[in-house]
């Protein structure tokens, strides 16, 4: 079974800095989706970025990028000029591709990030 | 809808007692998922809608839970019978069934058993 692995609970980062957040998975499967998911205290989860395992270039939005590594399944999300809007839960999830057999997405236990101003 | 909309947002009940927790996903997602997330905890699967296939019950945790999905659309979580352990809150999530997509979720029904 596929396992997401999110190994700090919290961090914190000061107005406009940088913060990166990591995420390991483990999988036999060579075609899977990434996800990186906001939960702010409104509870509802937000996608944030998403990574198709079968591209090599890393996914960006605005001012988040991912590191992927697939080799030593890593997936780590770098959040840069943070804000103090970004302060949130991060999920980091995993979703099987179409021979997987499974549409689930399979969570991480999340990272509290706190932005200091 | 533009979103997926849960209801109600916050339910306190006693236990022993049947809740119902309705999610309405977004016109047009086939498919659609329930989870659940405890105090501190990620994300629990509990059961999964695609279209007219049988749903993917694996995640429920016990026979108290059930869920059913009416006309394709609307969906019931029921649990019967509440526990304090079944105090959480319920996250319902829609999406497209392409794979490549995430999930919208809804912004989730705390429910709370005393």
């Known amino acids: 079974a596929q396992t997401v692995t999110q190994s700090q609970p919290e961090m914190s980062v000061q107005e406009a800095e940088t913060v990166t957040l990591s995420c390991t998975y483990d999988t036999s499967e060579s075609d899977y989706y990434l996800f990186w998911y906001k939960q702010p205290p409104s509870r509802q989860m937000i996608l944030v970025i998403r990574q198709e395992a079968y591209k090599q270039q890393n996914a960006t939005e605005n001012r988040f990028s991912v590191n992927f590594q697939k080799a030593a399944k890593s997936f780590s999300l770098k959040i840069s000029d943070s804000q103090l809007g970004d302060a949130a839960m991060y999920f980091c999830a995993y979703r099987p591709g179409t021979q997987g057999g499974s549409e689930k997405l399979v969570f991480g236990k999340g990272m509290k990030l706190t932005v200091n101003p | 809808g533009a979103g997926v909309s849960q209801s109600p947002s916050n339910k306190v009940t006693e236990k022993g007692k049947d809740v119902e927790l309705r999610c309405d996903p977004i016109s047009g997602h086939t498919a659609l998922y329930w989870y659940r997330q405890s105090l501190g905890q990620g994300l629990e699967f509990l059961i999964y809608f695609q279209g007219n296939s049988a749903p993917d019950k694996s995640g429920l945790p016990s026979d108290r839970f059930s869920a059913e999905r009416t006309g394709g659309s609307v969906s019931t979580l029921t649990i019967q019978r509440t526990q304090q352990e079944d105090s959480a809150v319920y996250l319902c999530?829609?999406?497209?069934?392409?794979?490549?997509?995430?999930?919208?979720f809804g912004s989730g029904t705390r429910l709370t058993v005393v």
């Open positions: 999530a829609s999406s497209l069934v392409t794979f490549n997509y995430g999930y919208t």
